[in-house]
């Protein structure tokens, strides 16, 4: 059977000739995440079950991994921003329609040219360089930290997430798609808000509604998606599979709690982290969206802390510009969500746990003083 070629380059021309390679070849690959410690990237090669590694000096076979079917042509982790990544298996036919279905929902009178500037490793960045190779689209290679000066030399078209959208000017693409963490509420006329993950092969929803050919359902308040670019499989097991409004049982549960309005699709947060207070339900998503709009907020996120009366009580971390505002935190989580949102503990921190894409590290917010 096929093995697993992880490819071990920095986000540029070498990569991309690399990635070119490998589907040339039919070879299925993976693609290392360069800034990890040595541990941990050994770690991430053996529990994504790469065979070999490929860099500057050539081909390295390894003691260890999986073998990977045919049909396979990408392996990924996920963010791991819920608990422990896991390696997600996508078939070739799946990473083409992802690249042909965004190709087709964002381009302009000409083929877009993409600035990659977010780390292949995850799949909002490897779908850049996808579009490229896998559809009609070219990339512009430039310093990935001067999106600016991608735009001026003919970049149109670019992915970011939320911490890039608030450090760049980036009025000079064509279309922006954001993706990772929740998105601010004021938005660039040209920015689109995107949904996805890595099992959907990148962003399924554009702006709060699913891509042509993508079916999305809320199933007991939890999204579902049925999508031609949606995984196969983990590797350490199959495609967990649900019945759905039409009765097939070939829809996939995403973990995110939701609603479906017709065409409209609104996402609460993960089903994992709803904070249940005093007999109410608070998603974390939602008070940090309303605790950002206020100023001196430079960064927030909310948690749930088990507590003898409330079951759980709302504490917000706060990075703040020095200064202390708990009155005001708590008058506008009534004013926005309820009495039941108002956080009975403020926590001023340092920062906020993120991963590289921007999601907030969940599992790390309960020790964070």
């Known amino acids: 059977m ?10 540029g021309p070498e990569l991309e000739r690399a990635i070119r390679d490998a589907v040339d070849s039919s070879v299925a690959f993976c693609v290392v995440d360069r800034r990890t410690s040595p541990r941990r990237r050994i770690e991430e090669l053996e529990r994504l079950g790469a065979t070999a590694v ?12 999986a073998p990977v079917d045919e049909e396979i042509g990408l392996v990924m982790l996920t963010s791991g921003s819920s608990g422990e990544p896991k390696a997600v298996e996508l078939t070739w036919a799946a990473l083409r329609a992802s690249a042909e279905l965004t190709q087709s929902t964002v381009r302009g009178d000409t083929a877009p040219v993409w600035m990659p500037c977010l780390p ?28 600016e000066a991608a735009a001026a030399h003919g970049a149109t078209h670019v992915s970011v997430v939320r911490t890039q959208l ?26 689109i808000t995107t949904w996805g993950m890595t099992e959907t092969g990148s962003g399924v929803v554009y702006d709060g509604v699913a891509l042509p050919g993508v079916d999305v359902a809320s199933v007991d308040d939890e999204i579902c998606v049925r999508t031609p670019t949606l995984f196969r499989s983990y590797r350490s097991g199959p495609r967990p599979n649900v019945l759905g409004p039409d009765g097939r049982d070939d829809w996939f549960p995403t973990g995110d709690a939701g609603a479906v309005d017709g065409q409209r699709v609104s996402v609460k947060g993960r089903l994992g982290f709803v904070i249940n207070t005093g007999g109410e339900k608070l998603w974390p998503e939602e008070l940090e969206a309303a605790l950002a709009t206020l100023d001196g907020v430079r960064d927030v996120a909310v948690t749930g802390v088990e507590d003898v009366e409330w ?17 005001r935190i708590r008058g506008v989580a009534e004013e926005r969500i309820g009495p039941w949102a108002k956080p009975k503990e403020i926590r001023y921190v340092a920062a906020i746990p993120r991963t590289t894409n921007g999601k907030i590290q969940r599992n790390a917010l309960g020790n964070l003083h």
């Open 2 to 11: 096929p093995s697993l070629l992880a490819l071990d380059f920095e986000l």
């Open 54 to 65: 490929r860099d500057h000096d050539g081909v390295t076979q390894l003691a260890s991994g």
């Open 120 to 147: 292949a490793c995850h799949i909002g960045g490897l779908a850049v360089i996808l579009r490229a190779v896998l559809s009609d689209a070219s990339l512009h290679w430039g310093d990935g930290e001067d999106l």
């Open 166 to 191: 608030a450090r760049h000017d980036v009025s000079g693409f064509h279309t922006v798609l954001l993706g990772g963490a929740r998105p601010p509420t004021a938005l660039p006329e040209n920015v």
């Open 311 to 327: 079951g759980q009580r709302v504490v917000a971390l706060v990075v703040s510009d020095g200064t202390e505002f708990d009155e």
